[in-house]
C-alpha cells in the first residue's frame, strides 16, 4: 500500500506542477499582451481567450494537488466534536462522498469534452481553437483530485485499526 500511495502522491505533485506551469504561461501572456499595446499599440489578439484556457487549466490541475497538502477549506463543526473511531469513520465517509461526486463529476466532464470534439466546435474567437482541447484539462484534473482522495482514503484505512 504504501508504495501505491507513493505513486499518488508524486502523480499530484506532477498535477500541481503542470498548474502552476499554467499560472506561469497566464502571466507570460498577460505580460507580453501590456508589452506589446504600450510600446507597439499592437496586441496579440488571443490574450484574453487564452488567458481564460490558461486559468482553467490551473484550477483543475492544482485541485488534487491542493487537497493532499490540505489546502482546501474544512469545516469542522462535526469533527471537533467527535474524536477517536467515530472521528476516522466520519474522515473516511465524507471522503467516500467526495470521491463519488468527484467520480460522476469526471464521467461528466468526460462527455463533455466528447460532445465538444464530436460536434467539432470552436471557440468564437480570432484563434478558432478547437474546444474540446482547452477542455481537456477538466478530466484530467479532476481525475487528479480523484486520485488524491483515493491516497488519503487508503491512509484512512491503514490507520483504521491504530489507536487514535
Known sequence: MGKLQKILQ????????AASL???????LVLSEILLRALWHSSTLIADEYSGYF????????LGYVFSQQGHIQITLLSTRVSGKAKKFLNFSL???LFLLLSFLFYRS??????SYDLEMVS???????IYKTQLAMPIGILFFLLAVAAYMLKLGMTWRQKP
Do not use: D, P, R
Not at 55 to 62: D, I, K, P, Q
Not at 124 to 130: C, D, E, F, I, K
Open 10 to 17: 508524486q502523480l499530484s505533485l506532477g498535477a500541481g506542477y
Open 22 to 28: 499554467s499560472v506561469v504561461a497566464l502571466c507570460l
Open 55 to 62: 486559468y482553467l487549466a490551473s484550477v483543475f490541475l492544482g
Open 95 to 97: 471522503a467516500l462522498i
Open 110 to 115: 468526460l462527455i463533455l469534452v466528447y460532445n
Open 124 to 130: 468564437t474567437g480570432v484563434s478558432q481553437t478547437a
